[in-house]
């Protein structure tokens, strides 16, 4: 029988069928040109997360900035003075700040899209669009609260600069828009693997905020890498965020150095994650409705 | 050759019954030891098929070896009843999940609505959602910027476009809704039971353009209870039942199958304060021969028996007749024809026929309720308890084609030159 045999051969299909539906897919069957054809969605998506964020608030956009000041206060007050942790020299709230961006940034890429499935469930149930469009629309939709918070940052530079305190920004700026990325990477592949294994079983759900936290404590935020004792050196450094947030402090501040090793580290480990990440996400996606 | 654009073969989708939860863990590993053993999925045949009352099996099968080709341009009418597996279907063939076995083969672009307004956000603007949700059915947003102005038009709510849509009615915002669906120009429209929302005008609106739609050429599959709108709209129709296909075929054929259906599964409704009951009914012919089919123009006799439980002065019998869309269509009563019920003492019992003379209603089904009661109230009321079919016969009318079904009844009518 003729439709016996398409089943049997899997991928050849007669040229005619625009897509075929079936029980399981190739793992790496992924449509990324489908991805591209819903680029509108996307950014509809992110004007959506924009607008929505600050309707009917007096502060509105303020609020970008107001969260990781409030944070720096904070960590300036707890861990530089009362902790007395050193911080290179650095003006600590210039040290605090710089390090609570670049975190802020993969923290909430990580912690939103690892939401997408159970959050989307009614909008997922009901109709069909590249399901990816969403995890990379809230990456996005928070590179524009990082633009805004690093602009911000550099403000509070400039002002340090001019009242004459030792950070001097340099060449290694250019590596700002490659970090970002790599936090972007490194917050989505994490994310939609977290989403894509909560679909079943949700306990993972209660860990990832908390757990979030806890990892942030083992970047280089509220320390410098050079104070980490040699025997904890390798935990530190086998962190993929450990390089991307060494990096962005020393490019801006000028204190610590640039291993163009470590950054390959993280570079590499960002690629596999996305990937392993993908192929995740995209078989759940077929079925998540039935368990979610 | 018709052109076939969507072909589903041998296509089933199982279901966990009960939480997804405890014991899932279990039941993974059970799944993947299996396959590496090289045995059948043990969940793959513990499956019973989809009846909501049966409740054991842990595994049930929502929909079970579904075969059907739709044909470009055909409008297909799917009806059911409830879990009979028609939003399953819909929402394989529509991408949200993957069916468990069966391929499923499809030609051309698919936009549905399995609901209207899916994604919108409240605090959005009607205009920031117009777009939000268009491009979630998948337009782009060139498309929608051609076709702004037509949607703002058409769901009618111009003024407050710039409104955030929690603000809106909940007709206003279904309108919306509506027309940025309608103006999706897919190859195959799916639908799911929408057009039960908005007004009776609005209504009509939907279904005016849901027929453009179907006019121009493209495939449209739709789903509802409402058996009219499915008859209006609709070329083909397919009936399910318990997650099979049970019939498929012209649409008023199904139609009328699935009111058959949900009669016949319908218990006798019955109420009233039983004073006097009715012992028995029949539908007989002329010549007292029971009967539950005539001819247009011919008349029949009711018989009813009746016991009084205890004394009467006086009672009425009325008998109603409707038809398979549970239309009133016709009414009679004893006082018609000045016959009197009356002192009728305790125990006894009484029969009484009733002759309809020259029946003529259109040709159909059509089903009988007795009435017995008085104006303190209802003694006993059985409910469609009688059913019998017209058939067009010669007696009325002479014309070489089924009588159209869309009138109700037949008039009588005699011609002349002047």
Request: net charge neutral; hydrophobic share 45%.
């Amino acid at each position: 029988m003729n439709t016996a045999n398409t089943n049997e051969q899997g991928n050849i299909l007669p040229d005619e069928w625009t897509m075929i539906l079936r029980p399981k897919r190739n793992l790496l069957d992924i449509n990324l040109h489908e991805l591209w054809q819903y680029r509108d969605l996307i950014m509809l998506f992110v004007k959506r997360d924009f607008v929505s964020k600050f309707k009917q608030t007096i502060l509105g956009p303020l609020w970008f900035i107001i969260q990781p000041l409030l944070t720096t206060i904070m960590f300036t007050i707890i861990f530089g003075n009362i902790a007395g942790i050193p911080t290179d020299g650095i003006p600590k709230i210039l040290f605090y700040m710089t390090g609570i961006v670049g975190w802020t940034y993969f923290s909430t890429c990580l912690n939103d899209t690892s939401q997408t499935f159970i959050k989307n469930a009614s909008i997922f149930g009901k109709v069909y669009f590249p399901r990816l469009a969403l995890p990379i629309s809230v990456v996005i939709s928070n590179l524009v609260s990082f633009v805004i918070q690093f602009l911000f940052l550099c403000l509070f530079l400039a002002y340090f600069m001019i009242k004459g305190a030792d950070v001097s920004p340099n060449i290694h700026v250019l590596w700002i828009p490659f970090l970002v990325l790599l936090m972007a990477g490194l917050g989505l592949g994490f994310g939609i693997i977290i989403s894509s294994l909560t679909t079943k079983y949700r306990d993972l759900t209660h860990l990832v905020t908390f757990g979030v936290t806890l990892w942030m404590y083992a970047t280089p935020i509220i320390y410098p890498l050079s104070e980490i004792p040699e025997k904890y050196k390798l935990m530190v450094l086998a962190n993929p965020m450990t390089p991307v947030v060494e990096t962005f402090k020393t490019a801006l501040l000028g204190v610590g150095q640039i291993n163009y090793l470590h950054i390959l580290y993280s570079f590499c480990f960002t690629i596999v994650l996305l990937a392993v990440g993908i192929v995740i996400f995209n078989k759940v996606e077929k079925t998540f409705m039935d368990t979610v | 050759m018709p052109n076939v654009v969507i072909k589903l073969e041998n296509v089933s989708k199982q279901y966990r019954l009960g939480n997804v939860g405890t014991g899932t863990l279990s039941h993974d590993l059970n799944r993947i030891f299996a396959r590496v053993l090289g045995k059948e999925d043990p969940t793959m045949k513990v499956g019973v098929s989809n009846k909501l009352d049966t409740v054991d099996g842990r595994y049930v099968w929502a929909l079970q070896d579904i075969n059907l080709d739709i044909c470009d341009g055909e409008v297909l009418g799917i009806v059911g009843k409830n879990g009979a597996g028609k939003s399953t279907l819909l929402k394989l063939m529509s991408r949200v999940t993957s069916p468990t076995t069966g391929n499923i083969k499809i030609k051309g672009r698919i936009a549905s609505l399995l609901e209207v307004g899916t994604g919108f956000h409240p605090e959005l603007t009607g205009k920031e959602n117009i777009y939000l949700n268009g491009a979630i059915l998948g337009m782009t947003k060139k498309e929608i910027d051609s076709k702004f102005d037509e949607i703002v038009e058409f769901s009618g709510v111009k003024k407050y476009v710039n409104t955030p849509v929690k603000r809106y009615s909940s007709g206003m915002y279904v309108r919306l809704a509506f027309a940025v669906a309608a103006h999706l120009e897919p190859e195959i429209l799916i639908v799911d039971e929408v057009l039960a929302v908005g007004d009776a005008e609005f209504q009509k609106k939907a279904i005016g353009k849901m027929q453009s739609v179907s006019r121009s050429g493209r495939t449209v599959l739709f789903v509802s209870h409402n058996l009219t709108a499915v008859e209006q709209l609709c070329t083909k129709g397919v009936l399910m039942q318990n997650g099979m296909l049970k019939m498929e075929g012209k649409v008023h054929d199904i139609t009328s199958a699935y009111k058959l259906m949900s009669v016949d599964e319908n218990e006798l409704r019955r109420s009233g304060t039983r004073v006097i009951e009715f012992l028995e009914y029949k539908m007989a012919n002329m010549n007292g021969k029971t009967i539950d089919e005539v001819f247009l123009g011919d008349s029949f006799t009711i018989t009813a028996t009746a016991r009084a439980n205890e004394k009467i002065d006086f009672c009425d019998m009325t008998l109603d007749i409707r038809n398979d869309s549970n239309e009133f269509i016709g009414h009679i009563t004893n006082s018609d024809d000045h016959f009197e019920i009356k002192n009728i003492s305790k125990s006894d019992t009484t029969s009484v026929a009733v002759t309809v003379k020259n029946i003529c209603f259109s040709p159909g089904t059509y089903y009988i309720s007795l009435w017995l009661g008085n104006s303190y109230g209802t003694f006993d009321y059985i409910e469609n308890c009688i059913r019998f079919t017209i058939k067009q016969g010669e007696a009325f009318i002479h014309r070489p084609y089924p009588f159209d079904k869309r009138a109700k009844t037949v008039l009588q009518s005699s011609w002349n030159f002047k």
